[in-house]
């Protein structure tokens, strides 16, 4: 199984962006999907998830800012940031609870990552 995450980028202070994450492979279903994000040398957060029947979850800081969707038909999900402030900046990456087809439970799959800077 594979997440392949879209390129991030610099964005004004008040911009926007929207990140996107396909997971391929043999994937029988999906569960829970999610962002994360890191900043060099401090652990990774939680910013938010998305179950498959949509329930949403996000870290405080981000709560009406940023929001999450998914595509159960392209196994993609999706973060839509906006009012980005300089402190969002982080590398933000992918994650998808993944039951693939034969096995008997669900395994975790991450992004390679991609870098958000929020600066002018």
């Known amino acids: 199984v594979q997440l392949v995450e879209s390129r991030g980028g610099l964005v004004q202070p008040g911009g926007s962006l929207r990140l996107s994450c396909a997971a391929s492979?043999?994937?029988?279903?999906?569960?829970?999907m999610g962002w994360y994000r890191q900043v060099s040398g401090k652990q990774r957060d939680l910013v938010a998830t998305?179950?498959?029947?949509?329930?949403?979850n996000y870290t405080d800081s981000v709560k009406g800012r940023f929001t999450i969707s998914r595509s159960n038909a392209k196994n993609t999900v999706y973060l839509q940031m906006s009012s980005l402030k300089p402190e969002d900046t982080a590398v933000y990456y992918c994650?998808?609870?993944?039951?693939?087809?034969?096995?008997?439970?669900?395994?975790?799959?991450w992004g390679q990552g991609t870098q958000v800077t929020v600066s002018s």
């Open positions: 994650n998808a609870r993944v039951l693939e087809g034969g096995a008997r439970w669900y395994s975790d799959y």
């Open positions: 492979g043999s994937i029988f279903s999906i569960s829970t």
């Open positions: 998305i179950t498959s029947g949509s329930s949403t």
